[in-house]
């Protein structure tokens, strides 16, 4: 598509179970983002991937949380032993890297956790 | 995580009517964004700013970025019922591939 894609749309999830969340950018765009939206709040920014470089993982809450981006492509947001506080909407974004390129987000994948 | 100071939280408006949000912060941006939610998306850009002071229109929507670089507003003239929906303010420190800074959003809601 010609869209920033994530999978799955919906996730429910038991406490203490881990899931793997994924983002398809758009093609061609070297820089990706995990952000984070809590119910009624704003975008929390967690993760950033540009080309090859070391990822700015600044924004990850806890050890719990690990992503990655496998071939500079398909990233994958790893959350180990769930709690009831990681439930949000994770969003991913992509932007192509040349200039002032805007950022793209994908319609996101609702986690809960119960 | 940092956030951005916005205002209003929430909005109740008449259809026709203008709107005006602002967005506030302690630090100097170098970008301003403005993006647009609707319910089960992901945002969307409305209007980008690169320069202090600069005003950018984009149809019946007007944004500034503050000659202070630490504020920018979004104004929306004659609003409409697709109008409705969260609105974000975004700030960028550099240029390039940095992460944005987001506002706490503005809901939008049209009173029919």
């Known amino acids: 598509g010609a869209g920033v894609s994530q999978s799955p749309s919906n996730k429910v999830t038991e406490k203490g179970k881990d899931v793997e969340l994924r983002c398809d950018p758009i093609?061609?765009?070297?820089?990706l983002y995990w952000y984070r939206q809590s119910l009624g709040q704003g975008l929390e920014f967690l993760i950033y991937?540009?080309?090859?470089?070391?990822?700015?993982k600044s924004g990850l809450p806890s050890d719990r949380f690990s992503a990655e981006r496998t071939g500079g492509s398909v990233s994958t947001l790893t959350i180990q032993r769930t709690q009831q506080e990681d439930s949000a909407v994770y969003l991913c974004?992509?932007?192509?890297?040349?200039?002032?390129?805007?950022?793209?987000f994908g319609n996101g994948t609702r986690l809960t956790v119960t | 995580g940092q956030q951005l100071n916005q205002s209003p939280q929430s909005m109740f408006i008449q259809e026709g009517e203008d709107v005006s949000m602002n967005c506030t912060s302690s630090?100097?941006?170098?970008?301003w964004l403005w993006y647009k939610q609707d319910p089960g998306e992901g945002p969307v850009l409305l209007i980008a700013?690169?320069?202090?002071?600069e005003l950018t229109s984009n149809g019946r929507l007007t944004a500034q970025f503050g000659i202070t670089r630490k504020d920018s507003f979004l104004n929306i003239s004659a609003s409409i019922p697709s109008d409705v929906g969260i609105y974000f303010c975004?700030?960028?420190?550099?240029?390039?591939?940095?992460?944005?800074?987001f506002g706490t959003g503005t809901r939008l809601t049209i009173i029919p």
């Open positions: 974004a992509s932007r192509s890297g040349q200039g002032e390129s805007p950022l793209h």
């Open positions: 700013l690169y320069k202090a002071g």
């Open positions: 630090s100097i941006f170098n970008t």
């Open positions: 991937f540009q080309g090859n470089s070391a990822p700015d």
């Open positions: 093609s061609g765009h070297t820089a």
């Open positions: 975004a700030g960028q420190l550099n240029f390039g591939n940095e992460k944005l800074t």
